[in-house]
């Protein structure tokens, strides 16, 4: 509908307008008969420029605008609204003398023109002159109107009715074109077109019609009145033939004028399409099939030469605006290319480079590929601008499929102002049959308006005769009259919903309708005689009940007559139920008779109370609720919003959330937001908002849609929760998470220093072997050069020992640097045996000279883990360590005599294998020592926790250990028995699992 009506504009221009022709000549008429009311000159005059004005906006949409057909039509609307002012300034003159002499006009035209032009030029003073000279001089006019009408009784009702019709005319001047200012930024013609679905254009014609139509039918009365001294009130018969013969002709013009635009529509879409099929026939397939469809293309060679046939396309095609070539690449449309006249000046996106989706339209191009073809498609808009496009298929001479669609586009506003342009002439051709009917008319009504008078007059005196015979024939009917009345009476209890109940004086029921039986259970026949208090209330509500009635049956009145109550009443079965009461009273010959009307509101009540409970939730909720419309402005919040933002309940409703923005999310965490709700999912996240004293918090947001029955989005709902408190818990935890974490790596490098001050005998031996053999070489040297046998041969393999034993040392003083370096975690691939076989070569001489035998189990093939191999060669180095120490302890107690165990030999076993179950890699370390306590397995891992002698440990070997695997994602268990030794089990996910 609204592509419909958008393209109907022009002919609802020229309707429009013509109605105000009409008001203007009807307006003259008038004020020829009734030349005291000066009104009538202005209000037609006001009626043929603004008619003007509408007519001149038909002519831009045929004919295109400018700057100076602009002011025409701005300076034609000003005219006509100064018909209103004037109306005001005559009336003004005939009360206070002329105090508003015409100088009044230069001093508003000034503030209207200097007001507006500052606030959007041209734009601005249409606004402005329509708000201050149409909209408060309108409704000032429409006032004075009606105040002229006060002073003459017989034309009031016309008057009053034409002030209001007037002034209901103003108030759509509210509705204005859109302009940057408030406010014609929110109520426009666009706003109302959008949500109305109808121009307000289209509502103006309708009343400029119906305003035309009152004005002619006061000017036909009021003229029989002063013509003929009758009375002018008669039948609209021949108005409405009129107006009949009017619409036919209306309407028979809007169907040439929409048959003419549709001719001319279909003849420029065949020529645009013949233009684009003979286009896409000059293509060359063999260049369009060599691109790729990516920004690599713009360099190619074919690209190149199909994009000069496009400029060449546009230069012979003046009206095309785009050339453009698609492609298919993985199910979706792509540009091939792109281009436009050089001499285009482009206010919208970039062209598209080549790859580029497209994603409009794209069952249409699927189609095309799927069948060739050639198709047009619009008016169109996307982030270009608005075209009609013609669309053509390339197919590939080898094997007749489509490689490739050609699209030229027009300019939709230039092809609208040519269909404009034909449909201009249908136009003229209404008018100019507007016009005869109207002289015709004008004719035809002057000759039979004395031939209805005199008939008039003739029908007059019947209508007394037929009155007087009417009055007799009433007081037959009388009788008549009243049967069918209580039929009706009847027919009316017995079909409504409700239980309606007559009480006679004696308290006894005598009317029960159907509903009554439907409702409490019994029958008329049970009812009917029965007292009715004692029928239907229960027994605590009898002495009130029985007071009561007694001052009714003496004054009929009582604290329930008059009233709708809330009761309970007893059905048949004895379930009490809640009612709502509405009695009267009715006076009868043998006394006051009660009539209630009662109705079942029991199922009500609980959806009150179920209510009740969901309002109580919500405004006693410990969240932050807040429900906006559609357009975001706030419609209800809860107790808790204005405990935690500051804002009352008053200060909230109508504004956007947005009043608690603090700046700090970006406009495109908010468009995010609104593309998630208004697509009817629940967004989720964080905001960081202001009170209104300007304090900031944090707030945890859960924000989701409410739909309607018919599934339609209404309103939106927010439930927020403060967590300022969290934040800030949260980052003292990261503060003292980083502090711990820096404690942990001074403790790890503090451990690997001990542990190189505890190895200090296997460095030593490291360095010495090397160096006790460049020792040895040396003296060979000076041996040989005293003998005089020192040959190159030796020289040669001196040297080469020599390099060996530096090579040696070199290595071992370079693993020493790196382990005692204090560095960050770096995750890496690590092979786990190399880290064990660096760890031995620190430890192995501690091992050897305390008679410790290694015995090493290792899979073939084992996969490598991710980690740090410094770190997890420190875990090595305390396991063998605590295990070293543990057999030196047992050896120590053997000595003693706390042990008796012959041919004791201390062994570590280090086992690596892979374990396929868990996908894990499982370091085995396995010593026999005296083994651990069960109640210690469960402490080794606590810091400062030791089982050794004062000065031997620290007790944060095993905890350093345990913090290293865990951040290796692994675990540690430990196995074995008092006195059987201990086995400590380290598990690595394999690398492509942590």
Not at 619 to 644: A, D
Request: aromatic fraction near 10%; proline fraction near 3%; include cysteine.
């Amino acid at each position: 509908m609204h592509n419909f009506f958008h393209a109907q504009m022009d002919f609802i221009f020229f309707v429009y307008g013509l109605g105000f022709i009409l008001l203007a000549a009807t307006s003259y008429f008038m004020y020829r008969v009734r030349p005291e009311q000066t009104f009538w000159k202005w209000i037609g005059l006001f009626g043929l420029l603004h008619g003007i004005t509408e007519w001149l906006d038909m002519l831009v949409l045929s004919t295109g605008d400018n700057f100076q057909f602009k002011i025409v039509r701005i300076a034609f609307l000003t005219l006509s609204f100064l018909c209103f002012v004037e109306i005001v300034r005559e009336y003004g003159q005939k009360r206070w003398g002329k105090i508003l002499g015409q100088w009044i006009y230069l001093p508003l035209i000034v503030v209207i023109l200097g007001s507006g032009w500052m606030l959007g030029s041209l734009v601005g003073v249409h606004i402005f002159s329509r708000y201050f000279f149409g909209v408060l001089g309108g409704l000032v006019a429409a006032k004075v109107i009606a105040t002229f009408a006060d002073k003459d009784a017989d034309d009031k009702r016309f008057l009053l009715t034409f002030a209001y019709f007037l002034g209901f005319y103003v108030s759509t001047q509210f509705f204005v074109p859109r302009g940057t200012f408030f406010p014609s930024s929110i109520i426009n013609q666009d706003i109302f077109f959008i949500n109305a679905g109808f121009p307000i254009q289209l509502a103006r014609m309708v009343l400029a019609l119906v305003l035309a139509g009152l004005a002619w039918n006061e000017y036909s009365q009021v003229r029989r009145k002063i013509l003929f001294k009758i009375d002018g009130k008669r039948g609209l018969g021949q108005e409405f033939w009129f107006f009949f013969g009017f619409i036919v002709i209306i309407v028979a013009g809007w169907i040439m004028t929409e048959r003419g635009g549709q001719i001319r529509d279909r003849f420029e879409r065949e020529y645009l399409l013949s233009n684009v099929r003979v286009a896409a026939g000059l293509i060359n397939s063999t260049r369009i099939k060599a691109l790729t469809g990516t920004e690599q293309d713009i360099t190619n060679e074919h690209y190149q030469r199909i994009r000069e046939q496009f400029l060449n396309i546009l230069a012979v095609q003046p009206e095309a605006l785009y050339v453009y070539l698609f492609g298919r690449k993985d199910g979706k449309n792509i540009f091939l290319l792109d281009t436009e006249p050089a001499d285009h000046i482009r206010s919208s996106e970039p062209l598209a480079k080549p790859g580029e989706i497209y994603e409009q339209d794209e069952a249409l191009l699927a189609g095309l590929f799927q069948s060739g073809g050639a198709v047009t498609v619009g008016p169109e808009t996307d982030k270009w601008g608005t075209f009609i496009s013609g669309l053509a298929a390339i197919k590939d001479p080898a094997n007749g499929k489509t490689i490739a669609v050609l699209g030229i586009d027009k300019d939709a506003s230039v092809w609208a102002l040519v269909i404009g342009s034909t449909r201009l002439t249908p136009i003229g051709m209404t008018l100019l049959l507007v016009l005869l009917y109207l002289i015709f008319f004008v004719i035809y009504n002057q000759e039979k308006a004395n031939k209805q008078d005199a008939q008039e007059r003739e029908h007059k005196l019947k209508n007394l005769t037929v009155k007087l015979e009417d009055d007799i024939s009433k007081i037959k009917k009388f009788e008549d009259n009243l049967r069918q009345s209580e039929e009706k009476i009847r027919s009316i209890t017995d079909s409504a919903q409700d239980a309606i109940i007559m009480m006679d004086p004696h308290g006894l029921i005598s009317f029960w309708n159907p509903a009554a039986e439907r409702i409490l259970g019994y029958s008329a026949k049970e009812a009917i005689g029965k007292n009715l208090h004692r029928f239907l209330v229960h027994e605590r509500f009898h002495a009130a009940h029985d007071a009561a009635y007694t001052e009714f049956l003496r004054t009929g009145l009582g604290a329930a007559v008059g009233k709708t109550l809330e009761l309970q009443a007893i059905r048949k079965d004895g379930v009490e139920i809640s009612v709502d009461l509405s009695l009267s009273a009715s006076k009868r010959s043998d006394g006051w008779h009660a009539v209630g009307i009662l109705r079942d509101i029991t199922e009500r009540k609980a959806v009150e109370e179920e209510l009740l409970k969901l309002t109580r939730a919500v405004n006693q909720s410990p969240s932050s609720i807040v429900i906006t419309n559609i357009r975001g402005e706030i419609e209800f919040v809860n107790p808790k919003f204005t405990q935690l933002t500051g804002y009352s309940a008053e200060e909230a409703l109508g504004k956007n959330p947005r009043v608690l923005k603090s700046g700090e999310i970006s406009p495109e965490g908010y468009k995010k937001l609104w593309d998630t709700i208004i697509s009817g999912q629940e967004w989720r996240g964080e905001f960081h908002n202001k009170k209104k004293n300007g304090e900031l918090y944090w707030e945890s947001a859960a924000i989701s849609a409410i739909r309607n029955a018919e599934g339609k989005i209404t309103h939106y709902l927010a439930i927020k929760e403060d967590i300022t408190e969290f934040k800030k818990q949260t980052e003292e935890i990261q503060k003292v998470r980083k502090q711990l974490d820096d404690s942990q790596a001074q403790l790890f490098q503090a451990a690997k220093l001990s542990t190189l001050g505890e190895m200090a005998t296997g460095i030593a031996h490291e360095i010495n072997q090397p160096l006790g053999g460049i020792a040895l070489v040396s003296t060979m040297f000076k041996k040989l050069m005293e003998k005089k046998t020192l040959t190159d041969d030796k020289v040669g393999a001196g040297i080469k020992d020599i390099e060996m034993c530096i090579e040696r040392m070199t290595k071992t003083i370079n693993h020493l640097r790196s382990f005692a370096r204090q560095e960050k975690m770096d995750m890496k691939k690590v092979d786990v045996v190399d880290t064990i076989d660096s760890a031995l070569i620190l430890l192995g001489e501690q091992l050897r000279i305390r008679e410790v035998a290694v015995i090493k189990n290792i899979e073939p093939d084992l996969p490598k883990v991710l980690g740090e191999p410094h770190q997890l060669e420190q875990v090595w180095i305390n396991f063998i360590t605590n295990a070293r120490d543990a057999m030196g302890d047992k050896q120590q107690q053997i000595a003693e005599g706390k042990i008796i165990l012959d041919g004791y030999q201390k062994k570590l076993e280090i086992s690596v294998a892979h374990n396929k179950q868990e996908n894990m890699l499982v370091v085995s370390f396995a010593d026999n020592g005296p083994g651990i306590d069960d109640e210690y397995k469960k402490k080794v891992f606590e810091p400062f926790f030791t089982t050794k002698e004062v000065g031997k440990g620290t007790g944060l070997g095993l905890s350093i250990s345990y913090g290293i695997i865990d951040s290796h994602k692994g675990r540690i268990e430990i196995e074995g028995k008092k006195g059987e030794g201990a086995i400590f089990k380290v598990y690595l996910p394999i690398e492509n699992k942590v």
